[in-house]
């Protein structure tokens, strides 16, 4: 097992997959689904941004994604560098950090989890394996109570007139060649064989050609024989998120989600015709904000959070889109805020702690043209420093609107609990019951900043 850390430690790779791997990558990056994850540049570029490779050492060093990867019965973990330290990491530390990243992920607005978290077995060393163990529990005990069928457009040659005529065909087919007594009709049909069921499908075989865990896989074996009579058909991620349900299907609503989330982050395919391998892949900077942006929509009362607010530009030419991560209404007044998934510090000798100068930029330009004096920057902690809850505090004169001050205030959060140990997460029967204390603390944090 090989564990790198965004933009932190390197490790050596066999000589003899080395090229292999960066193939394989390239592969990937070249088949993923172009979305919102990836900046324009990046939604442009061929070369994958996964992970950097140095031919001359044959050492890999991880970038700004989280993850894991399956090649030649390597496992590659990327993990989030707000985890790193100057000790190696063991299977322990995996284990815990995998954990704060389902937390995260509980949050994330692109995924709602079950209910229940109980069951997981902390001896699951790959997050990805507890993201296929709550997708397959879910989706098998849902499926084995009901599956969900719905009236979809079908054609076919019948006795009898049902729903209205194709008479095109009727005439080419029966009638020119003396079967008049056949009539091909087109007709609404309550089928068990639609696109929810299909992409449901999909899901589970790439996932249990990808899984390693024996609970996982026969869960999803289980989902398949239920869905034995409905089409293999290859579903894409923007058909997933195009599905509805009315409120009598609403728990079907989880099983899109999922299904969304491993379609959009997840490339299975076989290499070189005999060798299967896989890549689950996210965006931390992603991962960050939306972790924010639900943590506050759900646990903070009175505050009203719009993210990604579209429609503002720099310019008059609205060329240039202004997109702050976030705007909370206070009702008595609006704040940006910005995620910012950077290492701050504590340097006396640094004024500018950490903070660059684009990013102060960026929150000048939000707060002229949305006219909001008010701008909060949200930091990580991490493992390797003390956390530090008010990390500086700016504020600037704008002489073209009478000298209106705008301040901007940077903030430390405590997303990482350092208490976490396996054998906390052995403790508790629900995983996300560990993190109760870190919530709690966050939820107080963020009451704090908001009333300051």
């Given at each position: 097992m090989i564990n790198l850390f965004e933009y932190k430690n390197k490790v050596t790779f066999p000589e003899e997959h080395f090229e292999s791997l960066e193939v394989f990558l390239d592969d990937i990056w070249n088949k993923r689904e172009k979305s919102a994850y990836y900046t324009e540049e990046e939604n442009r570029e061929e070369v994958q941004r996964f992970v950097q490779f140095f031919h001359k050492t044959n050492e890999l060093k991880s970038n700004k994604f989280v993850g894991v990867i399956h090649f030649q019965e390597q496992t590659i973990n990327l993990l989030p560098k707000i985890f790193h330290s100057n000790e190696i990491a063991t299977e322990d530390d995996v284990k815990v950090i995998n954990a704060h990243v389902l937390w995260w992920l509980s949050y994330c607005r692109k995924l709602k989890f079950p209910n229940y978290l109980s069951g997981i077995n902390?001896?699951?060393?790959?997050?990805?394996e507890i993201l296929i163990y709550l997708f397959s529990k879910y989706t098998k005990e849902l499926l084995g109570s009901s599956i969900y069928q719905k009236y979809v457009e079908v054609e076919n040659e019948l006795n009898f007139v049902k729903g209205r005529?194709?008479?095109?065909?009727?005439i080419k087919e029966n009638l020119a060649k003396g079967r008049n007594h056949k009539v091909n009709c087109i007709y609404d049909s309550f089928e068990m064989d639609n696109e929810f069921n299909q992409c449901i499908k999909y899901v589970a075989k790439m996932l249990l050609s990808a899984s390693n865990d024996y609970q996982n896989k026969r869960n999803l074996s289980d989902i398949l024989f239920l869905l034995d009579e409905v089409s293999d058909v290859q579903i894409l991620s923007e058909q997933c998120k195009r599905i509805q349900f009315n409120p009598m299907f609403s728990s079907f609503e989880t099983v899109r989600d999922y299904c969304d989330l491993f379609l959009e982050n997840s490339i299975s395919f076989n290499y070189k015709s005999d060798l299967k391998l896989f890549a689950f892949l996210l965006p931390m900077e992603y991962v960050f904000e939306d972790f924010i942006y639900g943590f506050i929509d759900k646990e903070i009362e009175g505050i009203n959070p719009k993210g990604q607010a579209t429609g503002t530009y720099l310019d008059e030419a609205e060329k240039f889109g202004l997109k702050p991560d976030l705007i909370l209404d206070l009702g008595i007044k609006k704040i940006i805020a910005d995620t910012k998934y950077k290492l701050v510090y504590s340097d006396d000798s640094d004024p500018k702690k950490g903070i660059s100068q684009s990013d102060l930029y960026q929150m000048l330009a939000y707060a002229v043209r949305f006219g909001i004096q008010e701008i909060k920057l949200f930091y990580p902690n991490s493992v390797a420093t003390e956390l530090q809850?008010?990390?500086?505090?700016?504020?600037?004169?704008?002489?073209?609107?009478?000298?209106?001050?705008?301040?901007?205030?940077?903030?430390?959060?405590?997303i990482v609990d350092k208490s976490i140990t396996v054998a906390t997460l052995k403790e508790h029967d629900k995983l996300l019951d560990c993190f109760e204390g870190v919530r709690k603390v966050l939820k107080i944090r963020f009451i704090e900043i908001f009333t300051l």
């Open positions: 902390s001896e699951k060393a790959d997050f990805f005529i194709n008479f095109n065909t009727y809850p008010n990390v500086a505090t700016i504020e600037i004169k704008d002489v073209l609107s009478d000298e209106k001050r705008i301040k901007i205030t940077a903030h430390q959060l405590p």
